[in-house]
């Protein structure tokens, strides 16, 4: 993901002195860092997590660290959220007795270390640590995972959507589109409502094209070797660095990525071909891509990977209309480079 202020200066629009961006027609980009930690801080510095249930009172504390980057893209109105944070929350806990006598106040941290656009429909993981790792001391770490994990994921699902509304732009965008028709409209102007559905009618009908990825590789290694690392779990853990789980049986089921992407086979032939559902959790509930990898070697030792992943949507669950480009330079960045560096196999 690109970082914020580094975008391409051709599609970047520079303030103009009237501060117009006609139809929003170039790329305008609002950093949101310091929105995200004022929002963050509402939603999860000093709230409640237990009062008294079990004789426990647990309560979380300031934000201690909203670090990373968030940015949001308008372009045509088109709202494309950025962001990569970790957040690190405080809190404190105590444990009474049956009448009300303290017998521990202990200091704890909950941590999260990746909460992404990219995983936008997924909980970030989460980690809950106490500083008194005593019998009370854990027993409030583990009141505070029982009662207060889904609150505090419930907390992020709220900064997620709020970013995907446009975050801190949301309120410019409305106030530009609502100045933008008044200006627009002349007073003895007829109305103009059959163009306008022509617009929203075109518009929905991208939202539900597809794409179509082709791409071509080569590597310094044996065809069967190519097809046990891609059907091999332990391998793609090896080589993403990520958690992943792979059936070898047709019909059987694989999720990489750390779940990120789920699918099932379709069709394998060893050394040769091997076809798979695949889906982005972050794509629109029931759409589903064909991945078709077909291991040619025409000499030995050499072997050509022919990649072919159809019914690609132009757009995922958020309107984010850079799925097929994001999808793309996974393959080569995130799979392929990853295989030849990791196993030796660069031509």
Not at 203 to 219: A, M, P, V
Not at 299 to 309: A, D
């Amino acid at each position: 993901m690109a970082k914020y202020g580094e975008g391409d200066k051709r599609w970047i629009v520079e303030d103009r002195p009237d501060g117009a961006n006609v139809h929003n027609w170039h790329w305008a980009e609002t950093n949101c860092l310091e929105w995200s930690r004022n929002l963050l801080s509402k939603l999860l510095a000093d709230q409640t997590i237990l009062d008294g249930e079990g004789n426990l009172f647990i309560k979380t504390k300031k934000i201690e660290k909203v670090e990373g980057e968030a940015y949001v893209n308008v372009r045509k109105g088109k709202i494309i959220p950025g962001y990569e944070l970790s957040v690190s929350i405080n809190w404190q806990g105590e444990a009474r007795d049956a009448e009300g006598k303290s017998l521990l106040i202990a200091d704890g941290v909950v941590e999260i270390p990746y909460i992404a656009d990219e995983n936008a429909d997924e909980d970030p993981d989460l980690r809950v640590i106490v500083k008194d790792e005593g019998p009370i001391g854990r027993r409030l770490k583990d009141a505070f995972l029982a009662k207060g994990k889904d609150f505090v994921l419930k907390q992020i699902r709220v900064y997620v959507d709020a970013m995907a509304k446009g975050g801190p732009a949301k309120d410019e965008l409305e106030v530009k589109k609502v100045t933008s028709k008044q200006a627009a409209a002349p007073v003895s102007a007829p109305p103009v409502a059959a163009p306008v559905k022509k617009v929203e009618e075109k518009k929905e009908k991208k939202k539900e094209g597809f794409k179509t990825i082709k791409l071509t590789e080569k590597f310094s290694c044996r065809a069967k070797d190519m097809f046990e690392i891609l059907m091999d779990d332990n391998r793609w853990k090896g080589f993403t660095q990520s958690n992943a789980r792979i059936s070898k049986e047709i019909g059987g089921e694989i999720s990489i990525f750390d779940g990120s992407v789920t699918g099932t086979n379709l069709e394998l032939q060893e050394g040769k071909l091997i076809v798979q559902k695949w889906r982005f959790g972050s794509w629109p509930d029931g759409i589903h891509s064909t991945v078709r990898l077909v291991l040619e070697e025409p000499e030995p030792g050499v072997t050509v990977v022919k990649l072919t992943q159809t019914d690609v949507p132009d757009e995922d669950r958020y309107g984010n209309s850079t799925v097929v480009e994001n999808t793309e330079r996974g393959w080569r960045d995130l799979i392929f480079h990853k295989i030849r560096a990791v196993f030796g196999f660069g031509v």
